[in-house]
DNA sequence: TCATTCATGTAAATAGTTACATGATTGC
DNA sequence: GCAATCATGTAACTATTTACATGAATGA
């Protein structure tokens, strides 16, 4: 009973973590998750508004500045309650961690040879978003965190180490996959036929 | 439109995919995505059952043999239209690729030095469950896939490769983080540093 | 005998996304 | 003037899990 689950606590945990680097509204707490972790989290804003909403009424986090006139714009910062919660869950041995689908697996696991010949672009095409993300994750590793608070941030590092490793991990078994695909389909231009 | 996307559609792939691979009752069903596609792929009863009956009464799965006396079983097997709709689909160039999430590395990103210490654990029992799993990709690898249908499972192989390839890859990165959190928490007590 | 596994199914809860409505501001 | 971006929020939908109810068969 030491972590006690609170609805949406994923995505809660989420924002208190922005908001415990910096000031920010909603939009900008799903424009930071987009930039920076990416690859592991995400939050859309049907999460977000509502999940901000709970948080504030429970004195985690509160609103620095509220423009009603013109456009409106509520920024938020965590309050010493939100901080210490924050802690409590990052320090608590209790991790979720459930595998997560992958559609291109499955797809691979139940294929036939007759397959493999469309299958291909689709491992292609998963190369060339999983290249993308290493060039993202270099530019990352070299770059600046800029105006965190001291200490925050800490460990930034290992994360980006494992996007990084992942990537290329990825990167040579497409590699190695569309080889082993290539090797099944072969190619309609001769004489070959089959099935 | 190419590939019209009915409800449930992602559980019904991965159950018309096993029952492409052999006859199956519920509980079966599930218990060969637990052994073999458990690492990218799952699916509970609440998904299974409800989805059995849609596909059913949509024809592209059969009722093999129903038992009511004593034990209650059903058995299903795949018709032709189901057989082309997975066929259909793994062909399709669209495969739905969402990142997933990762607790850990949530944490990791918002973690602070003070975090360390009580961090050390959590990366350390990553590190086991990643340890057996690579362990059991291992067995799938050098074990016989059994009584598949003619070139059903052709490439399995290359799912087995990925499992492995990112087994490995997160053990490499749970040592590496260790160490850079051994680095961060001061050690407890004088005169134990290193195992 | 008794725990485990086999087996089906549902209800409720939880999680999370998408699409929409609305409008201001910025920069070209 | 106009496209892009900033900004808040909700409603509906889709997806998926968990917990429960029920009971037979197996094997130690």
Redesign the interface.
């Known amino acids: 009973m030491s972590t006690m689950n609170t609805r949406r606590s ?1 995505s809660r ?2 924002i208190l ?1 922005v908001l ?2 910096r000031e920010a509204t909603g939009y900008e707490i799903r424009k930071l998750l987009s930039g ?7 939050e859309s804003y049907g999460s977000i508004y509502p999940t901000l909403a709970e948080l504030q009424s429970e004195g985690l986090i509160q609103v620095v500045s509220h423009e009603t006139a013109g456009r409106e714009t509520k920024r938020f910062s965590i309050l010493p309650e939100g901080e210490r919660r ?2 409590e ?3 608590s ?1 209790e ?3 459930k ?18 010949a ?2 291909i ?2 491992v292609e ?2 190369r060339e ?1 999983t290249r993308k993300r290493a060039i993202q994750y270099r530019r990352f590793r070299d770059e600046d965190s800029g105006d965190l608070p001291p ?9 980006i ?2 996007g990084l ?2 990537a ?2 990825q990167l ?2 497409c590699r ?2 569309i080889a ?2 290539r090797e ?1 389909a072969p190619p309609l231009s001769d004489e070959f036929r089959e099935e």
């Open positions: 994923r945990h989420a973590g415990s680097h920076t972790t990416a690859h592991f989290w995400k924050l802690r869950w990052i320090r041995p991790v979720q961690l595998p997560g689908r992958n559609e291109l697996l499955l797809k691979l696991f139940f294929a036939r040879r007759s397959d493999a469309a299958l672009p689709q095409s998963y978003f200490d925050a941030g800490a460990l930034i590092g290992t994360t180490d494992f490793a992942a290329e991990m040579a078994w190695r996959t082993a695909l099944l």
